[in-house]
Protein backbone atom coordinates (compact mmCIF):
# COMPACT_ATOMS: atom_id res chain seq x y z
CA UNK A 1 0.00 0.00 0.00
CA UNK A 2 1.21 3.64 -0.44
CA UNK A 3 1.87 5.70 2.42
CA UNK A 4 3.30 8.85 3.38
CA UNK A 5 2.37 10.60 0.39
CA UNK A 6 3.41 8.25 -2.33
CA UNK A 7 0.87 8.74 -4.43
CA UNK A 8 1.04 12.28 -4.16
CA UNK A 9 4.60 12.33 -5.10
CA UNK A 10 3.39 10.11 -8.02
CA UNK A 11 0.98 12.63 -9.29
CA UNK A 12 3.86 15.36 -8.85
CA UNK A 13 6.23 13.51 -10.78
CA UNK A 14 3.49 12.84 -13.90
CA UNK A 15 3.74 16.65 -13.54
CA UNK A 16 0.18 17.57 -12.27
CA UNK A 17 -1.74 18.78 -9.56
CA UNK A 18 -3.81 17.77 -6.89
CA UNK A 19 -6.62 20.20 -8.56
CA UNK A 20 -5.73 18.48 -11.94
CA UNK A 21 -6.30 15.44 -11.03
CA UNK A 22 -9.67 16.50 -9.14
CA UNK A 23 -10.71 17.77 -12.45
CA UNK A 24 -9.79 14.99 -14.16
CA UNK A 25 -11.29 12.74 -12.14
CA UNK A 26 -14.90 15.17 -11.56
CA UNK A 27 -13.84 13.61 -7.34
CA UNK A 28 -13.68 17.20 -5.41
CA UNK A 29 -10.26 18.66 -4.37
CA UNK A 30 -10.49 17.53 -0.95
CA UNK A 31 -10.87 13.93 -1.40
CA UNK A 32 -8.40 13.62 -4.05
CA UNK A 33 -5.99 15.36 -1.21
CA UNK A 34 -6.95 13.17 1.60
CA UNK A 35 -6.70 9.95 -0.71
CA UNK A 36 -3.13 11.19 -2.27
CA UNK A 37 -1.60 12.36 1.71
CA UNK A 38 -3.04 9.39 3.09
CA UNK A 39 -4.69 11.22 5.68
CA UNK A 40 -7.26 9.61 7.59
CA UNK A 41 -10.93 11.08 7.28
CA UNK A 42 -14.52 9.82 6.59
CA UNK A 43 -13.95 8.53 3.60
CA UNK A 44 -15.14 4.61 3.18
CA UNK A 45 -12.35 2.09 2.39
CA UNK A 46 -13.99 0.76 -0.42
CA UNK A 47 -14.53 4.68 -1.62
CA UNK A 48 -10.69 5.17 -0.77
CA UNK A 49 -9.81 2.20 -3.04
CA UNK A 50 -11.97 3.83 -5.92
CA UNK A 51 -10.56 7.07 -5.99
CA UNK A 52 -6.75 5.73 -5.64
CA UNK A 53 -7.67 3.32 -8.87
CA UNK A 54 -8.98 7.08 -10.14
CA UNK A 55 -6.15 8.67 -9.74
CA UNK A 56 -3.78 6.25 -10.92
CA UNK A 57 -6.24 6.24 -14.18
CA UNK A 58 -5.36 9.83 -14.70
CA UNK A 59 -1.90 9.46 -14.10
CA UNK A 60 -1.18 7.18 -16.46
CA UNK A 61 -2.68 8.59 -19.08
CA UNK A 62 -0.83 11.51 -18.67
CA UNK A 63 2.65 9.31 -18.54
CA UNK A 64 2.05 5.84 -20.18
CA UNK A 65 1.13 3.02 -17.80
CA UNK A 66 4.90 1.37 -18.12
CA UNK A 67 6.28 4.94 -17.04
CA UNK A 68 4.35 5.09 -13.80
CA UNK A 69 4.96 1.39 -12.78
CA UNK A 70 8.28 2.19 -13.24
CA UNK A 71 8.34 5.71 -10.98
CA UNK A 72 6.30 4.15 -7.95
CA UNK A 73 6.86 -0.08 -8.31
CA UNK A 74 4.66 -0.44 -5.00
CA UNK A 75 1.63 0.82 -7.53
CA UNK A 76 1.92 -2.79 -10.03
CA UNK A 77 0.65 -4.68 -7.05
CA UNK A 78 -2.75 -2.55 -6.19
CA UNK A 79 -3.13 -2.07 -9.91
CA UNK A 80 -3.80 -5.77 -10.21
Known sequence: ALT???LAEVIKRAGMTQADVARETGIGKSEICQIANDKPGTISDARAEQTRAAILRV???????KSVLEEA????????
Open 73 to 80: PELEEEAS
Open 59 to 65: VAKKLGE
Open 4 to 6: GGG
